[in-house]
């Protein structure tokens, strides 16, 4: 069965601040990582990542995958009140689309 | 629509009865995917449709549970003889379904299901 842990389950934090999620992951025929955010209700997508040590970057958020060690992180940098919600790691296996996601981080930003 | 439209968007029924829920995808996708949020806990997969038929139905938890795509756009997840544990919030989501996957899920706001 796959396995996806995220750590910490939650963080609180001021604006301005980094903070750095961990995504580890145990799955057979892995295809790819992603990462959703998730404000309210519906989550929304934010990267993908397939091959290990390849950054992607959007803005102040960035992520990595290593695929030898079996995790990926998500930093945000220069936080802001808006990035407050839960972020959720999920993967994807070859022949096949459904996702298997963590249990989330909620990260909260204080002004 | 523009987006992923979920309805109802709360739904309180007493244990044993009979729930629809209903989706309704971005316009042109033809991979839907329903999931299963309970409180403090990640989406987790019940069924997948490419076009009218289930493609994976792999996550549904039972025979209580059954959905249908009847002519490749909107869905609806059925729920028989709920009970108390049926609670959460289900979503829906649409992808494209063609070309290159990109692992982007549109999803709706949810339904929250509370069973009494």
């Known amino acids: 069965e796959d396995k996806v842990v995220q750590s910490p389950l939650s963080l609180v934090v001021h604006e301005g601040d980094t903070v750095t999620l961990n995504c580890s992951y145990e799955?057979?025929?892995?295809?790819?990582l992603l990462w959703y955010k998730q404000e309210k209700k519906a989550p929304t997508f934010l990267f993908m990542l397939?091959?290990?040590?390849i950054e992607k970057k959007s803005g102040r958020l960035s992520s990595i995958l290593d695929k030898k060690e079996l995790f990926s992180i998500l930093n945000i940098t220069a936080t802001q009140t808006g990035d407050s919600a839960i972020y959720l790691c999920?993967?994807?296996?070859?022949?096949?689309?459904?996702?298997?996601f963590g249990a989330g981080t909620t990260v909260t930003v204080r002004a | 629509g523009a987006g992923v439209s979920q309805t109802p968007s709360n739904k309180v029924t007493e244990k044993g009865k009979y729930v629809e829920l209903r989706c309704d995808p971005i316009?042109?996708?033809?991979?839907l995917y329903w999931y299963r949020q309970s409180l403090g806990q990640g989406p987790e997969f019940l069924i997948y449709?490419?076009?009218?038929?289930?493609?994976?139905d792999s996550g549904l938890p039972n025979d209580r549970f059954f959905a249908v795509r009847p002519e490749g756009s909107v869905s609806t997840l059925k729920i028989q003889r709920t009970e108390r544990g049926d609670s959460a919030v289900y979503l829906c989501?649409?992808?494209?379904?063609?070309?290159?996957?990109?692992?982007?899920?549109?999803f709706g706001e949810g339904s929250r299901l509370t069973v009494l």
């Open positions: 989501a649409s992808s494209s379904g063609t070309g290159q996957w990109t692992g982007e899920l549109f």
């Open positions: 799955v057979t025929n892995f295809r790819s």
């Open positions: 397939t091959s290990s040590g």
């Open positions: 999920a993967v994807a296996t070859i022949n096949d689309y459904k996702l298997s």
């Open positions: 316009s042109g996708h033809t991979a």
């Open positions: 449709f490419q076009g009218t038929g289930a493609a994976d």
